[in-house]
């Protein structure tokens, strides 16, 4: 069956609210509107103004009350516009779902999934345009998720929903009008491990969301070289399965990482750090990283584009690493 990305989580919302009538959409725009990115389109209309609830412009505001209703027995989905209006929740995200657990003594879980739109290309500015799931995936108490195929956006959420903790669901601006096929049965999909999308020789390719076809682009430029590279889809940002990307690292001896957040205090700085303390004998030099620039995300569609990793410079960075620049 050939769908977009979109429809893919549009019909994993709709799957969980058939499935169990304690789980409901809020958010802005989610409802009459459809959803920014039209995600929830005609659900309202299905599952009423009960399970698709319009909310006020704050993020805090009904942050909190999914928070609140997942601590009484609900199953909330929380949309949260961009992920540069879910700082305006940090507070809600952090120091109460994310806590309620330790400081309950494990009496009180929060069940909550909290998705959003994440990252640039679409011209939507520096107030909506940034990668922050690394900041997210810093913080104990969550799991975090960045599906890339259709198969993880439809599945994850499922999987999501069951998780007596709260799961924040990452869902690349660029990857909404993607298609492809995926089968009408596909099910729920784990949400703790990462997935070898290619498999090489010469070098590990590591990176997960927007990125994950730029860098299997990478690799099929790099393999008309001769260099054939592992590609590892992270998936999971929180927690991190380290087994996968150190038995590739064992085989393949090189590591550069692909990220869409700012190189100072990133993600692939995690990554890289995890690598040189569990198998830095393996390597035959050092981990390399393709992050965006540090700025604020550009307005101009060409500065955009310099300002986040793109094929050529993945390309570029993993040819010097073979010594072929």
């Not at 999934?113 to 900041?135: P, Y």
């Not at 991190?240 to 085989?251: E, G, K, Q, Y």
Request: hydrophobic share 45%; with cysteine.
């Amino acid at each position: 069956m050939e769908i977009t990305y979109r429809e893919a989580v549009k019909q994993a919302i709709r799957d969980a609210m058939i499935r169990d009538d304690r789980v409901f959409l809020m958010g802005e725009d989610v409802g009459a509107y459809g959803g920014c990115y039209a995600v929830s389109k005609g659900l309202m209309a299905e599952f009423g103004e009960e399970r698709i609830r319009d909310t006020p412009l704050s993020e805090s505001g009904f942050t909190g009350a999914g928070i609140g209703a997942a601590a009484a027995g609900m199953r909330p989905i929380v949309e949260l516009m961009t992920v540069n209006f879910s700082l305006l929740a940090l507070d809600q995200i952090m120091n109460t779902a994310a806590t309620i657990r330790h400081m309950s003594g494990g009496q009180f879980g929060v069940p909550l999934v909290i998705r959003m739109a994440t990252g640039a290309g679409k011209q939507l500015a520096a107030q909506h345009s940034h990668s922050l799931e690394g900041w997210y995936a810093h913080i104990p108490g969550l799991k975090v998720l960045a599906p890339a195929t259709l198969e993880d956006a439809r599945g994850m959420l499922w999987t999501a929903l069951q998780d007596p903790d709260p799961v924040l669901i990452f869902e690349n601006v660029m990857l909404y009008n993607m298609t492809g096929k995926i089968d009408s049965n596909a099910g729920a999909v784990d949400i703790s491990k990462a997935e070898l999308r290619r498999k090489g020789r010469d070098l590990t390719l590591i990176t997960y969301g927007g990125s994950l076809f730029k860098t299997l682009q990478a690799a099929e430029d790099l393999a008309g070289d001769g260099i054939e590279a592992d590609v590892i889809d992270l998936r999971s940002l929180r927690p991190l399965d380290d087994a996968t990307i150190m038995a590739s690292v064992a085989r393949t001896h090189r590591a550069l990482i692909v990220d869409e957040g700012w190189r100072s205090g990133s993600l692939a700085a995690e990554v890289s750090a995890r690598i040189m303390e569990q198998a830095f004998w393996s390597l035959d030099g050092p981990v390399e990283r393709v992050c965006s620039a540090e700025v604020p995300i550009p307005y101009p569609k060409h500065l955009e584009d310099a300002a986040i990793p793109q094929v050529p410079g993945i390309v570029a960075a993993a040819k010097t690493m073979m010594g072929r620049a």
